[in-house]
């Protein structure tokens, strides 16, 4: 990726026809999700970096594909991001190392 398209990203600067938001506030998913129906009842696992900016695009999925688990990638995870989504419910998996993640899961 060119050095001047990561200097947007970095930014959250519009680039393209879409923009990126390092804060975690994301600007396309929530309408994509308000357009987005699930007649089947589909679940979903999430295997994701646990971090703040990741507590918005866990809510959105959920709110199309309920979540049945998250498994947070050991490297990244914060751990008041994990207390944080436990408590609103949500089953958070955090393996003990990247062998584990790799190898067991």
Known sequence: MP?????N???????????VDITGQLK???ELTRETSNPGGTHSIILQHLL???????????SVYPVDLVISIT???DART????RDKGYNV????????LINEL
Do not use: C, M, W
């Not at 994990?82 to 989504?85: A, F, S």
């Not at 998996?93 to 584990?100: A, E, F, G, H, T």
């Open 3 to 7: 050095s001047s398209l990561l200097a």
């Open 9 to 19: 990203v970095d930014r959250g600067i519009d680039f393209s026809s879409k923009s």
């Open 28 to 30: 396309v998913l929530p």
């Open 52 to 62: 703040p900016t990741t507590v918005e695009f866990i809510e959105q999925a959920n």
């Open 75 to 77: 490297y990244s995870t």
């Open 82 to 85: 994990v207390e944080v989504r």
């Open 93 to 100: 998996s955090v393996p003990p190392d990247l062998d584990y």
